[in-house]
């Protein structure tokens, strides 16, 4: 009598790993570039010219009444909000918390609406007779890729089947 060889457990049989992979790795790796990036200049300034330097070349280039302090404080804030959403972000996914499923597209919404808040206070400090119904033409390409993300990241998270199986384990 001939043995007949076992085959190989066929995908549906397989237990479904739920790693990181796929665009659930790629959004985890830019939120960990976004973070090391934004932890990296104050590291850098505070090698470059020491502490005390730095505190007060931050204090002093964020204060005051200057086209260019305003435009520095405008620029400045939706850079501290992305950072705030991918630290965070970098951090649910590590501890694989069920969290991530709410937070981080909440996070991200409000990084959204924090930018497009500034850049019409950009808009508002360049323009010497405030904002007027031509500002938002050229406000609007950037504005609408943003939302554009984060909507795709909400539904992402809220529909895919990727980040429930990774965060609920």
Do not use: N
Not at 11 to 24: E, F, H, Q
Not at 130 to 149: I, N, R
Not at 157 to 167: E, G, V
Request: proline share 8%.
């Amino acid at each position: 009598m001939t043995i007949v060889p076992t085959l190989p457990p066929t995908p549906a049989s397989r237990p479904r790993r739920t790693g990181l992979k796929g665009l659930l790795a790629v959004i985890f790796w830019c939120a960990c570039g976004i973070t090391a990036t934004q932890l990296a200049w104050p590291f850098t300034l505070i090698a470059t010219i020491g502490p005390s330097a730095t505190v007060s070349a931050v204090v002093d280039a964020l204060s005051g009444p200057s086209v260019q302090t305003q435009i520095l404080r405008y620029g400045v804030i939706p850079q501290v909000a992305l950072f705030v959403w991918a630290a965070s972000y970098v951090v649910l996914t590590v501890t694989r918390s069920a969290k991530a499923l709410t937070f981080a597209p909440i996070l991200m919404a409000l990084w959204v609406g924090i930018s497009i808040y500034c850049q019409f206070g950009i808009r508002a400090v360049l323009t010497p007779d405030g904002l007027s119904v031509e500002t938002l033409p050229a406000l609007l390409p950037s504005m609408l890729a943003q939302v554009v993300g984060a909507v795709a990241f909400w539904a992402y998270f809220k529909q895919a089947d990727a980040p429930r199986a990774f965060f609920t384990r």
